[in-house]
């Protein structure tokens, strides 16, 4: 079995070798064979690295995307009907709640989580909500935030030099760059930088490809 990590893509490389190190990562903790491609910025889509691999081998493709908006609903299914084999697509990352309580126990003080944002209602509410669940857990006092689109920001929630801002981005890049400097302008301190570099998040995408591999077929 090959299990394909399929990120956004950004024009930022630092973006791009976050992903590929977690699939390095990934194939470490399974013993499993992963890759990784990309929507976008990068000659490695889906369709070039599916090709790439042995025809009777099976493929699991796991979305590196943090909500079900729109690139989870078309971009992704898109790149799947496109290719010229079957393949398994695996639901996204979401909101991992073991990934939530590590980043607030680290934090200081109240924190404000910021995702990066989307116009749809349901997605901003249902991180709301995995942010208030984990703020329950853990007895730190916690906001959720949104880097773009409606919703509230890092100035609407901080306090100056009282709050924590966790930056809930997959990968360092210019939207995290700017998080931080938000963060700073306002005097307040980060904790993370991009989830992909969290063992914890590491460690969830094992299971889930490991998981897989455990199914018939898989």
Do not use: I, K, N
Request: charged share 20%; hydrophobic share 50%; net charge neutral.
């Amino acid at each position: 079995m090959t299990a394909v990590l399929l990120a956004h893509g950004s024009p930022d490389p630092r973006s791009q070798a976050a992903v590929l190190a977690a699939a390095v990562a990934v194939g470490a903790r399974t013993g499993t064979h992963v890759t990784a491609a990309f929507l976008d910025h990068d000659p490695r889509d889906l369709r070039a690295v599916v090709s790439s691999l042995d025809p009777t081998d099976d493929v699991v493709v796991l979305p590196l995307l943090l909500s079900t908006a729109f690139h989870a609903r078309v971009d992704v299914p898109a790149a799947v009907d496109a290719l010229d084999r079957d393949v398994a697509l695996l639901g996204t990352v979401g909101h991992p709640a073991a990934l939530l309580d590590e980043l607030l126990r680290r934090c200081c003080g109240p924190a404000v989580v910021v995702s990066a944002g989307t116009r749809l209602d349901e997605e901003r509410a249902a991180f709301a909500r995995a942010v208030t669940a984990a703020s329950t857990r853990t007895r730190v006092p916690a906001v959720a935030a949104y880097a773009t689109g409606p919703g509230r920001r890092v100035e609407d929630a901080a306090r100056p030099g009282g709050a924590d801002v966790v930056p809930w981005l997959l990968a360092p890049g210019r939207l995290l760059d700017s998080v931080t400097s938000a963060a700073r302008a306002h005097g307040c301190r980060t904790v993370g930088a991009g989830l992909l570099l969290e063992p914890v998040l590491l460690d969830d995408l094992a299971a889930r490809v490991s998981a897989r591999s455990r199914v018939p077929g898989g």
